[in-house]
């Protein structure tokens, strides 16, 4: 089954919660999905129970504990960790790290996706 990456290239955690409905929504249909947290996208794990999208919508944090569970990978750039002065041991659990050459080069036939 055709799988989909997502490259989350800023940090409006706006932009995030689409990738992980999205990618979570993905996975509810039995095929593979992956983020990648490009550059600033990386510090906003950082606060995740912070954003909270309204009412009756679920924080970030919770968002991407769900799409965790559900199997969607998720990669932060380790460069984009840098620039906000994070660390790969303050990840939330689950959470790799990694650069966009190897997430492309992984993608295979998936459909990318921008957000």
Do not use: N, Y
């Not at 990456?5 to 919660?17: C, E, T």
């Not at 409905?21 to 983020?35: D, G, V």
């Amino acid at each position: 089954m055709q799988g989909l990456s997502i490259v989350v290239a800023g940090a409006d955690p706006a932009r995030l919660h689409a990738a992980l409905s999205m990618a979570a929504a993905w996975t509810a249909l039995e095929r593979p999905a992956r983020i990648f947290l490009q550059a600033e996208a990386a510090g906003l794990l950082s606060g995740l129970d912070d954003h909270a999208s309204g009412e009756g919508q679920p924080s970030l944090g919770e968002l991407l504990t769900e799409s965790l569970e559900l199997g969607v990978s998720v990669t932060a750039c380790q460069t984009g960790l840098a620039l906000c002065g994070l660390s790969a041991e303050g990840l939330p659990k689950g959470v790799e790290t990694g650069g966009l050459v190897g997430f492309l080069a992984e993608r295979g036939d998936d459909q990318l996706m921008m957000a």
